[in-house]
T-cell receptor, first 113, second 115 residues
């Protein structure tokens, strides 16, 4: 069955440290891939997306993500985390022509001062 | 200049009541969606309309009825509210269907609490 997995429920990093959030999908072809961020009490904001082409994509707020077909992964990275990055991060994919955006279970990022 | 707006932001009501949540987008998009986020933050699509036509209708109780009066609006009506309906409901929109049109923009959410 098609699925999206975010294996880390919580991640805690120190301010200024680097960050990597993991996302894996299960699908036979290349899906459309997204990362969204949800700050407490807020809606979801699109950080970045991958449709095709260069597998390293740049997003807003200094985030980037790399699509690795061999690993069925689309991990989100940031070289230096700021306290304001504390939020819930969702990986999402569209896997076929169903037009459905399927979300992972989310990873909560906590930032230590 | 809110792109996707929802009203109300908070909704507290009793079991058995009927309530509506409204969504409007000013992005000129053709497609709109309703999602439900449960207490564990899990997000699941409920409905989608494209040019006022229902294209996604997930396994949702028929107490939930979406209505799209025009491309810019998608409302969600819920009859006979139950405790399990308590959640945050998000509206979203996208340019259309297929390809890069999958990029969706979300509203701020409506937190529904059924007591």
């Amino acid at each position: 069955a098609q699925s999206v997995t975010q294996p880390d429920i919580h991640i805690t990093v120190s301010e200024g440290a680097s960050l990597e959030l993991r996302c894996n999908y299960s699908y036979g072809a290349t899906p459309y891939l997204f990362w969204y961020v949800q700050s407490p009490g807020q809606g979801l904001q699109l950080l970045l997306k991958y449709f095709s082409g260069d597998t390293l994509v740049q997003g807003i707020k200094g985030f980037e993500a790399e699509f690795k077909r061999s690993q069925s992964s689309f991990n989100l990275r940031k070289p230096s985390v700021h306290w304001s990055d504390a939020a819930e991060y969702f990986c999402a994919v569209v896997m076929d022509s169903s037009y459905k955006l399927i979300f992972g279970s989310g990873t909560r990022l906590l930032v230590r001062p | 200049d809110t792109a996707v707006s929802q009203t109300p932001k908070y909704l507290v009501t009793q079991m058995g009541n009927d309530k509506s949540i409204k969504c409007e987008q000013n992005l000129g998009h053709d497609t709109m969606y309703w999602y439900k986020q449960d207490s564990k933050k899990f997000l699941k699509i409920m409905f989608s309309y494209n040019n006022k036509e229902l294209i996604i209708n997930e396994t949702v109780p028929n107490r939930f009825s979406p209505k799209s009066p025009d491309k810019a609006h998608l409302n969600l009506h819920i009859n006979s509210l139950e405790l399990g309906d308590s959640a945050v409901y998000f509206c979203a929109s996208s340019q259309g269907l297929g390809g890069t049109s999958y990029e969706q923009y979300f509203g701020p959410g409506t937190r529904l609490t059924v007591t």
